[in-house]
């Protein structure tokens, strides 16, 4: 049928080429609209002064550690799992002194630009450069997504790295070496790229020499054996990651079993995507399928791909969040984008104009949906809170007496949140800023070993380790006590267990307020 003639003859055909509307000559625009949005990215930076989020402040402690020849701990109180990538960008950011974890942050908002690019690719390649361009849309206006990035999460270059791998494999089936580089670095970032790097592999050696099946398969296994070689020489155990994490994903309560996967997924995606794109990604994956099957193979195979990593992770014992289904989540976007923008693979005729007229259609119920869903000013906040929340701790632990209080002990704040912010800012060693929550299990520990109680499995509990329990000691007789004083703050970085103790929340006895600024009060004791 006419309508539904492609205007991309399939390859082989010898039909004669239409001349390209302008939805198919869209790269110059594509072009200008991205320089613009970069423009809008570095005015974003400076008018919302961002920091790290608690992982990445981590990786950058580690990298510092490492600059200053310090060995590295990674076992603490819900410390973050390493990642060895993030450890190398850690340390050669201490070049940058003070100015490190603001670097940090326009690297992952560099990174997400080179993901927005990514996914225009992915989509034009897949179809048209509307599609394309509606792609990188969604990706911008999926708030989780640039929210991630101007928090400083590492998932935003691991995503970068998926999709330009992607899309490399796609300009050039079996690519091999440079394919295999990308997903190599990627499991630096995150373990889900071994089992990408493992599949690929399968891919690539099927039709390959010896030699390079040699090649593939070191590229391939690089990212675990790096990652366990930086385990074994920092803990003497080079599955200490997977176990720890696992152990901290059952303290953390992200564990799921496998039954409940299946069930868990749809909400995910719709959590990141939200429903009306979740609902075109399927529409879109039809037409799709149904208009040139092979251009649709690549966001298939990223979405089928992200899909196995999640329910390997999760079947491992690793955290089962939403967050990790950000990548196979790309795909819905540009299947998505092809419900949208699908038209335009089609020559003129009724079939397309009427698909045309109901994407229309489409985006005008899909931004009022947006629309009375939306609260921007919860994001301003959210974005502005990072910024004065790091302004405040800093004068906090900027102030003479505090200084002063540091020299009698160590620095406390209520729980983990605001542990690798704190050491950053002060410029302290590990070990010197403590959670009064692990204070209050250490001691806890102890009472109950002394008592001969028992745990859940019937063991009887032991007594913590000597160094731990004086640790705990020493935070009660001097040193800095952080208190969070707003309720705003209180949620986010006092606040993460109902069943943690209410005092916490309060400086241990004796100690005096010295400061107080809008989220945080000082108390020292000497």
């Given at each position: 049928?006419?309508?539904?003639?492609?205007?991309?003859?399939?390859?082989?055909?010898?039909?004669?080429?239409?001349?390209?509307?302008?939805?198919?000559?869209?790269?110059?625009?594509?072009?200008?609209?991205?320089?613009?949005?970069?423009?809008?990215?570095?005015?974003g930076f400076f008018v919302f002064p961002t920091y790290p989020v608690y992982d990445s402040y981590y990786s950058l402690l580690w990298g510092r550690d490492l600059w200053h020849g310090d060995g590295l701990v990674f076992d603490g109180f819900r410390y973050p799992t390493q990642h060895p990538l993030t450890i190398a960008a850690g340390f050669f950011l201490q070049f940058f002194g003070e100015w490190a974890d603001r670097l940090w942050v326009a690297l992952i908002l560099a990174s997400f630009l080179v993901l927005v690019a990514g996914l225009y690719r992915l989509g034009k390649i897949a179809a048209t450069p509307l599609v394309g361009a509606i792609a990188a849309g969604l990706l911008l206006t999926r708030f989780d997504y640039p929210f991630l990035a101007a928090r400083g999460y590492l998932d935003i270059p691991y995503m970068a790295l998926i999709?330009?791998?992607?899309?490399?494999?796609?300009?050039?089936?079996?690519?091999?070496?440079?394919?295999?580089?990308?997903?190599?670095?990627?499991?630096?970032?995150?373990?889900?790229?071994?089992?990408?790097?493992?599949?690929?592999?399968?891919?690539?050696?099927?039709?390959?020499t010896w030699r390079q099946r040699f090649i593939y398969a070191a590229l391939a296994a690089s990212g675990p054996l790096i990652w366990c070689a930086v385990d074994y020489v920092v803990t003497g155990d080079p599955m200490f990651s997977l176990n720890y994490t696992s152990a901290s994903?059952?303290?953390?309560?992200?564990?799921?079993?496998?039954?409940?996967?299946?069930?868990?997924?749809?909400?995910f995606f719709q959590n990141l995507v939200k429903l009306p794109v979740f609902v075109a990604a399927g529409v879109g994956l039809v037409l799709g399928v149904v208009i040139s099957p092979r251009?649709?193979?690549?966001?298939?195979?990223?979405?089928?791909?992200?899909?196995?990593?999640?329910?390997?992770?999760?079947?491992?014992?690793?955290?089962?969040?939403?967050?990790?289904?950000?990548?196979?989540?790309?795909?819905?976007?540009?299947?998505?984008?092809?419900?949208?923008?699908?038209?335009?693979?089609?020559?003129?005729?009724?079939?397309?104009?009427?698909?045309?007229?109901?994407?229309?259609?489409?985006?005008i119920l899909g931004v009022g949906f947006t629309a009375t869903r939306l609260n921007l000013a919860r994001f301003d906040n959210e974005l502005r809170f990072r910024g004065q929340?790091?302004?405040?701790?800093?004068?906090?632990?900027?102030?003479?007496?505090v200084k002063a209080g540091l020299r009698c002990g160590p620095l406390t704040g209520p729980n983990h949140k605001i542990v690798p912010d704190a050491r950053w800012i002060a410029g302290t060693a590990e070990g010197t800023v403590l959670a009064r929550e692990w204070v209050d299990r250490i001691e806890r520990q102890q009472r109950d070993?002394?008592?001969?109680?028992?745990?859940?499995?019937?063991?009887?509990?032991?007594?913590?380790?000597?160094?731990?329990?004086a640790r705990a000691k020493a935070s009660h007789e001097g040193g800095v006590a952080i208190v969070v004083t707003s309720r705003f703050a209180i949620?986010?970085?006092?606040?993460?267990?109902?069943?943690?103790?209410?005092l916490i929340q309060v400086p241990p006895e004796g100690f005096k307020r010295v400061k107080t600024t809008r989220f945080y009060a000082a108390y020292v004791r000497c």
């Amino acid at each position: 049928m006419e309508g539904s003639t492609l205007t991309r003859p399939e390859p082989g055909s010898t039909s004669a080429r239409p001349e390209p509307s302008i939805w198919e000559r869209g790269d110059r625009v594509a072009k200008i609209a991205f320089a613009l949005l970069c423009v809008g990215f570095v005015v974003g930076f400076f008018v919302f002064p961002t920091y790290p989020v608690y992982d990445s402040y981590y990786s950058l402690l580690w990298g510092r550690d490492l600059w200053h020849g310090d060995g590295l701990v990674f076992d603490g109180f819900r410390y973050p799992t390493q990642h060895p990538l993030t450890i190398a960008a850690g340390f050669f950011l201490q070049f940058f002194g003070e100015w490190a974890d603001r670097l940090w942050v326009a690297l992952i908002l560099a990174s997400f630009l080179v993901l927005v690019a990514g996914l225009y690719r992915l989509g034009k390649i897949a179809a048209t450069p509307l599609v394309g361009a509606i792609a990188a849309g969604l990706l911008l206006t999926r708030f989780d997504y640039p929210f991630l990035a101007a928090r400083g999460y590492l998932d935003i270059p691991y995503m970068a790295l998926i999709v330009w791998a992607a899309i490399l494999e796609w300009q050039r089936p079996r690519r091999g070496i440079s394919v295999l580089v990308m997903l190599s670095l990627a499991g630096l970032l995150r373990p889900e790229a071994w089992f990408l790097a493992a599949m690929y592999w399968c891919w690539v050696a099927w039709k390959a020499t010896w030699r390079q099946r040699f090649i593939y398969a070191a590229l391939a296994a690089s990212g675990p054996l790096i990652w366990c070689a930086v385990d074994y020489v920092v803990t003497g155990d080079p599955m200490f990651s997977l176990n720890y994490t696992s152990a901290s994903a059952e303290d953390l309560g992200r564990q799921r079993p496998l039954s409940e996967l299946p069930s868990a997924i749809p909400g995910f995606f719709q959590n990141l995507v939200k429903l009306p794109v979740f609902v075109a990604a399927g529409v879109g994956l039809v037409l799709g399928v149904v208009i040139s099957p092979r251009r649709m193979l690549m966001p298939i195979v990223v979405l089928v791909a992200g899909l196995i990593t999640f329910v390997v992770l999760g079947v491992a014992g690793a955290s089962v969040i939403e967050r990790y289904l950000a990548v196979p989540a790309l795909a819905l976007m540009v299947l998505a984008a092809v419900a949208i923008g699908g038209w335009t693979m089609l020559l003129p005729g009724w079939v397309r104009t009427t698909w045309m007229v109901g994407a229309v259609a489409l985006v005008i119920l899909g931004v009022g949906f947006t629309a009375t869903r939306l609260n921007l000013a919860r994001f301003d906040n959210e974005l502005r809170f990072r910024g004065q929340a790091h302004e405040d701790l800093t004068e906090v632990l900027s102030d003479p007496q505090v200084k002063a209080g540091l020299r009698c002990g160590p620095l406390t704040g209520p729980n983990h949140k605001i542990v690798p912010d704190a050491r950053w800012i002060a410029g302290t060693a590990e070990g010197t800023v403590l959670a009064r929550e692990w204070v209050d299990r250490i001691e806890r520990q102890q009472r109950d070993a002394d008592a001969g109680k028992k745990n859940s499995k019937g063991e009887k509990i032991v007594h913590p380790d000597p160094e731990d329990l004086a640790r705990a000691k020493a935070s009660h007789e001097g040193g800095v006590a952080i208190v969070v004083t707003s309720r705003f703050a209180i949620f986010k970085h006092a606040w993460s267990d109902r069943a943690d103790n209410p005092l916490i929340q309060v400086p241990p006895e004796g100690f005096k307020r010295v400061k107080t600024t809008r989220f945080y009060a000082a108390y020292v004791r000497c």
